[in-house]
């Protein structure tokens, strides 16, 4: 199989699905030959073909293992059987190869427009004894470095199978010369970069909190120690799905490393009727020799192309105030129509309408699933509302948390069976609230009603989808016993059918993805949100991290950052109105504050960002990032967004803490043409791509904390 700039390699050993290699692309009419050498190992290693002791499952590198038959590593699946035993063995059935590349029935997926983009190989395996076929799934594609790779369970026997491990993908690597790096951390601290050395044993991040998750995100990458941000070898790995899923890195006895992604195994089984068949989620593999930076911008153009969809996939999005931290639950509809108009003096594009509209919604406590206008505070509705909003010039938006539901509710009261819970036992709540069952249709069909009636009788062009809990005491009382492990991925399901049938049908509005910030940023989302809140922490320094390390794996037009009030309400820190928006204007920018309480001077500093954004917020949404400078590795952060064709670029650079009698800097640039001049438009200045990625351009002249600058540049005709 051959992607843009990589080739994998499979063969057929005695019927086992062999892997062989994986990297960078090679000639077709090369001899590739004994690329996978054989060799009888040791005796604790027993061999499944008596007649030849060189093949030994516990050491053959294979595209999708087993349990039981002799390979002691990690499996890709593992299934019970009605007699209790979990012995299977899949092994070469048929194979077919066909342009495009399919949709994956009720998931989301990369995808193409024309089937000249892709190219599909389908290897069907199949256990005799059982009847079960596994039907793996690879997709190349000729204008990326990327292979998708997803697995399709049918049960062709005449019993029940059940499904306890399903993995997307499994990839076996000769060596275990890599480190790890994968984005960890917690709510308000979301997807800090992570690296350490792989040793024997396994590294391995997980979710078990039925989402994505704020501490660990659905992604790793294997890299050279050697490899940096600009050179070296990187294997990334992204799996696109919101719920919980699990990625690790296994070196064994022989030195050998074991990848392997997908559906977390915790808690998770799947019952296969005879003739049922189950679909895995889809994991995407991209390979680059340019370092994390040539990973990372594959990641971006697949992403923001052939993932996210719909109107706004190639738009400009708008530049927004939120009034969230500006009033939190306190407000009435002369109180938004203020900030509103104040916004629009501005430039402002979009207000949007935070918790509290529905209702009586006076904190955090109750009123969860009761999708109706509080007219204590909108006397008028929100149509009313959003039609002042309109009058002042412009958009209006709104927020919504529709997967959770207050105890303290109209809904929960009549329907206390939605949410999820196990019969007996307490149900835990978190932020007052729980979690509705979104595997039950009649849920989805209370939830679809109310939101597209409000979505076709308000003016709305964007909204906020808020989730601001994590599962507990998974069950539901729509499902029966034995399929009680089933919930939370069929719960993951249930969302996306209803997402899918919502963004169709108002393709106009642009959606946001949020969960208390970044605890769902994950592909499976944008593929029906073009966008994600990245945090709840809007402080400028932290924003640094956060979004630098989104960065790894998502593409800016899915990040949104806004500038919010100082003190910051997250960690009490006090920059400057630049500083903030500077940092904001590296993503989806937008405001979080009350814009009627600032003074002429900071209307006139954002009056002059929100002019500048309008004009370089093409570059930034829809440009190639260069990572520059590293927030975990120093006092300093630089990056840099360049234009497909190197006409245009923009640095920005930012210094945390001021230091005394400090080095003179310059900051490389990369991505420019070497053979094209480029002017500095805030100077006038001229100079080489080769002289600016060579030796720099100076940013020593900054003064004091929290300091910063941008610098746009274009090519001289």
């Known amino acids: 199989m051959q992607s843009k700039n990589s080739s994998y390699i499979i063969q057929l050993v005695r019927g086992y699905a062999a892997h062989v290699y994986y990297g960078p692309k090679l000639r077709h009419n090369g001899n590739l030959s004994g690329m996978l050498k054989l060799q009888e190992r040791a005796s604790f290693s027993p061999n499944p073909v008596n007649e030849d002791r060189s093949i030994s499952l516990d050491s053959l590198p294979q595209e999708y293992p087993q349990y039981g038959t002799s390979d002691y590593r990690s499996p890709a699946y593992q299934v019970k059987l009605e007699n209790g035993t979990r012995i299977t063995e899949l092994v070469y059935q048929s194979h077919r190869i066909y342009a495009g590349k399919p949709e994956l029935p009720g998931l989301p997926a990369v995808y193409v427009e024309q089937d000249h983009e892709a190219e599909t190989l389908e290897l069907e395996l199949l256990d005799e004894v059982t009847g079960l076929t596994a039907v793996l799934s690879y997709s190349v594609f000729s204008d990326f470095s990327a292979i998708t790779r997803s697995v399709k369970f049918v049960n062709g026997g005449k019993e029940t199978v059940e ?31 992570q690296r350490r050395r792989l040793a024997p044993g396994v590294t391995g991040i997980s979710s ?13 990458a294997l890299l050279r120690p050697e490899t940096t941000e600009q050179q070296g070898e990187v294997f990334g790995f992204s799996l696109v799905y919101s719920g919980n899923f699990t990625a690790e890195a296994e070196v064994e006895q022989f030195g050998t490393t074991r990848l392997q992604i997908g559906l977390n195994p915790f808690d998770f089984s799947w019952q296969l009727q005879p003739g049922e068949e189950f679909q895995t989620p889809e994991a995407v593999m991209v390979y680059s020799d340019e370092g994390l930076g040539g990973m990372s911008r594959e990641y971006h153009r697949l992403y923001r192309t052939r993932l996210c969809r719909g109107t706004h996939r190639d738009q400009e999005r708008p530049i ?20 509103a108009k104040a916004g629009s003096e501005l430039g402002i594009e979009l207000f949007v309408l935070d918790d509290g509209w529905f209702g009586r919604r006076d904190s955090d406590n109750n009123s969860l699933g009761d999708w109706f206008e509080d007219r204590r505070k909108l006397p ?28 303290d509710s109209e809904l929960y009261r009549s329907h206390p069976d939605w949410c999820l819970h196990v019969p007996n036992r307490r149900r835990t709540e978190g932020r007052q609230q729980l979690v509705l069952d979104m595997s039950r249709e009649d849920v989805r069909a209370y939830l679809y009603e109310r939101l597209s009636d409000i979505f076709r009788t308000v003016p709305i062009t964007y909204v906020k989808w808020d989730m601001n809990r994590n599962m507990t005491e998974i069950g539901s009382a729509a499902a029966p016993s034995y399929r009680q492990r089933e919930t939370a991925h069929r719960y993951m399901l249930g969302l996306y059918e209803l997402l899918e ?19 769902r940023f994950d592909p499976g989302m944008l593929y029906y949100m073009p966008q994600t809140w990245t945090s709840d922490n809007t402080d400028a320094v932290e924003r640094l991290k956060i979004q630098y390390g989104t960065s790894l794996v998502y593409p800016v037009s899915t990040m949104g950052a806004h500038v919010s009030a100082v003190p910051n309400h997250q960690v009490e820190r006090t920059t400057s109105l630049e500083f903030r928006g500077d940092v904001a204007m590296s993503g989806n920018f937008g405001y979080e504050l009350d814009l009627t309480q600032w003074s002429e001077t900071e209307r006139e500093i954002a009056a002059k960002q929100i002019k500048d954004y309008k004009e370089i917020r093409g570059l930034v949404q829809q440009g190639e990032l260069y990572r520059l400078l590293s927030p975990f590795e120093g006092n300093e952060t630089s990056w840099m967004f360049v234009s497909d064709d190197r006409e245009e670029a923009l640095l920005f650079y930012f210094k945390v803490l001021a230091e005394p009698n400090a080095p003179l800097r310059n900051v490389k640039l990369e991505g420019l043409d070497l053979e094209k001049d480029y002017l500095l438009t805030t100077s006038g200045e001229i100079f080489g791509g080769d002289r600016l990625m060579a030796a720099g351009l100076p940013v020593s002249s900054l003064s004091g904390d929290f300091s910063s600058m941008w610098v746009q540049l274009k090519a001289v005709k």
Not at 208 to 220: K, M
Not at 321 to 335: H, L, R
Not at 501 to 519: A, H, R, V
């Open 163 to 193: 499904l306890e491990r399903a993995l997307s993908a499994s990839l076996d690597f000769a060596d275990s010369r890599y480190d790890a790096l994968y984005l960890s951390g917690a709510w308000a601290r979301e997807r800090h970069v």
């Open 208 to 220: 078990r909190r039925g989402s994505s998750s704020h501490q660990q995100n659905p992604f790793i």
């Open 320 to 339: 927004l105030v939120n009034n969230w931290e500006a009033t939190y639950f306190d407000f009435n509809a002369d109180k938004i129509e203020s900030i």
């Open 380 to 407: 008028g509705g929100l149509k009313d509302l959003a039609e002042r909003v309109n009058a002042a010039g412009i958009q209006f938006g709104l927020w919504f948390e529709p997967e959770m539901v207050s105890p």
């Open 501 to 519: 049938k919502i963004t169709q049908e108002f393709p106009d509005i642009l959606f946001e993805s949020c969960s208390g910030g970044g605890g």
